[in-house]
């Protein structure tokens, strides 16, 4: 049975405003780091770098990565920007959101687009983590925003007030505590917790997964020879002792006829042939048998349990197994709105930014930073199916059973039925 590679704690606290921070959760390493973890790979995981821990396992685990990669790059659709306001007002906004773009991404590099660079950074870290934390920095003379510092999130701490809700401060590499102010400070994690402000990990659930899969496939590279490969089985009938040999000489016989055979197999070019009495026989062992497919049906098993950790389907990793076009199309709905769902998380953080930047210069415009939907490849079938229920509500029309404005309210048509 293996062990799983670290367990939680929480510590327990009092419900007063004066009682210590809550310390997030801390790992404690049961056994330690295994080899592959461990050797050759330069990093250490002591058990509180935990960020760095899910870092490393998302760039040195295939499936982890592609999962990951997957999630980022559906929810990072292309956006833009939109502006409502005063013509005057709008013109300025144009003017002093541009000028964030080139300052708003934490690297300094001169990329114009540092909005869009900080969204996906951010999705990064939340399938990653399961939580981000930026911090503003305003000019001296708070006309605007200076740069966005990136907090590390498992540094967070929250001490829970007496109203019953969570104030965050920040660790500090010397252990002290600061403050963070919610007007400048920005938290969101990819999934929302009531009693544990601080998320929880998308990956908490599969690294003892990873841990049984190097295991499993060092395994396999070592047995290899149990497992997966096919052999040969050769099987010397000995030859018959003649009469008046003795047990020596007929031991001394057999053992270089046995000898000879076994060099003339090893030796076997692959055009050569090999000569015998009838005393031989040789089979096929191994290979193609149920040790091999035990072990792939394990090893499958266990990519499985990645994949449903990172809350994905099969398929979108190139995985499918036989699923059929309908359940893909209920799996896809399903993905699309867990994609929005994600995606508010990224305009919260555009519009927090570009709200904020306006309204220390004064100005009153109204940001909205919204996402393209991802391409639809359902969408053939999306239209077929609208005029389906168009064909329908015009033929209730026509017969009466409906009025215009009723169809139209049951088609979705909000302004067409109230006569807008």
Not at 129 to 146: E, Q, W
Not at 187 to 211: K, N, W
Not at 264 to 275: I, K, T
Request: charged residues 25%; contains cysteine.
């Amino acid at each position: 049975m293996f062990e799983r590679l670290f367990a939680s704690r929480r510590p327990k606290t009092e419900r007063s405003v004066s009682r210590p921070l809550e310390t997030r959760n801390a790992l404690t390493v049961s056994p330690p780091p295994i080899e592959s973890l461990r050797n050759g790979s330069g990093f250490q995981f002591t058990g509180l770098n935990r960020g760095d821990f899910y870092r490393f396992l998302r760039d040195r685990i295939p499936i982890v990565s592609s999962g990951i990669w997957t999630w980022v790059h559906l929810c990072t659709t292309p956006q833009r920007l939109e502006l409502a306001g005063g013509e005057a007002e709008v013109h300025q906004a144009g003017s002093l959101l541009e000028d964030l773009q080139g300052r708003i991404y934490p690297r300094l590099d001169g990329d114009r687009h540092g909005l869009e660079r900080l969204v996906e950074s951010s999705f990064l870290d939340l399938f990653t983590l399961g939580r981000m934390a930026l911090r503003v920095h305003l000019l001296p003379d708070r006309s605007g925003v200076s740069h966005i510092e990136a907090l590390d999130p498992y540094r967070i701490r929250w001490q829970r007030l007496e109203d019953g809700r969570s104030q965050p401060w920040y660790e500090k590499d010397n252990g002290e505590l600061e403050a963070l102010d919610s007007a400048t400070f920005f938290h969101r994690t990819l999934t929302s917790d009531l009693h544990q402000p601080d998320g929880v990990d998308p990956l908490a659930s599969i690294p003892f997964v990873v841990e049984i899969e190097q295991r499993m496939l060092e395994d396999m590279a070592r047995s290899s020879h149990n497992a997966g490969t096919q052999r040969l089985q050769i099987r010397l009938a000995p030859p018959n002792r003649e009469p008046g040999e003795d047990q020596e000489s007929y031991t001394r016989r057999i053992n270089s006829y046995f000898d000879t055979t076994v060099r003339q197999f090893r030796e076997l070019g692959p055009d050569d042939n090999v000569f015998t009495w009838s005393d031989v026989e040789v089979e096929l062992i191994g290979g193609s048998g149920s040790e091999g497919s035990v072990w792939k049906i394990n090893r499958e098993q266990v990519i499985e349990d990645v994949i449903t950790g990172l809350k994905l389907f099969p398929w979108a990793l190139g995985r499918s197994h036989g699923t059929t076009k309908n359940w893909i199309f209920a799996q896809y709905n399903l993905l699309m709105q867990i994609v929005d769902s994600v995606q508010r998380t990224g305009t919260d953080l555009a519009e927090w930014l570009l709200h904020l930047e306006l309204r220390l210069h004064g100005n009153l415009a109204t940001p909205r930073w919204l996402f393209a939907p991802n391409q639809d490849p359902f969408i053939v079938e999306r239209n077929k199916a609208k005029l389906l229920e168009l064909e329908r509500a015009e033929r209730l029309v026509e017969a009466g059973i409906l009025s215009l404005n009723q169809a139209a309210r049951e088609l979705g048509y909000d302004k067409a039925w109230k006569g807008e």
